[in-house]
């Protein structure tokens, strides 16, 4: 199982961080989504694609740094 990491801006809140982890949980192959709020990122484990996963955070309104 991999795991992507991905840097998130445009989070500001606790209820940020649930709507990130709510869109990238809705993508085929994540197993499960940890995001961290104070160090701007998301953890996925899963055999989603990344491009996937950059998507769901754009469509939630947030921008992935790479």
């Known amino acids: 199982m991999s ?3 991905l840097k998130v801006e445009g989070m500001t809140c606790n209820h940020c961080k649930m709507r990130a982890e709510k869109a990238l949980q809705a993508v085929s192959g994540v197993e499960s989504v940890k995001v961290d709020l104070a ?28």
């Not at 996925?44 to 955070?57: H, Q, Y």
């Open 3 to 5: 795991q992507t990491i």
């Open 39 to 66: 160090a701007k990122e998301a953890v996925v484990t899963g055999e989603a694609k990344r491009e996937n996963l950059v998507k769901a955070i754009v469509d939630a309104g947030y921008t992935v740094v790479e």
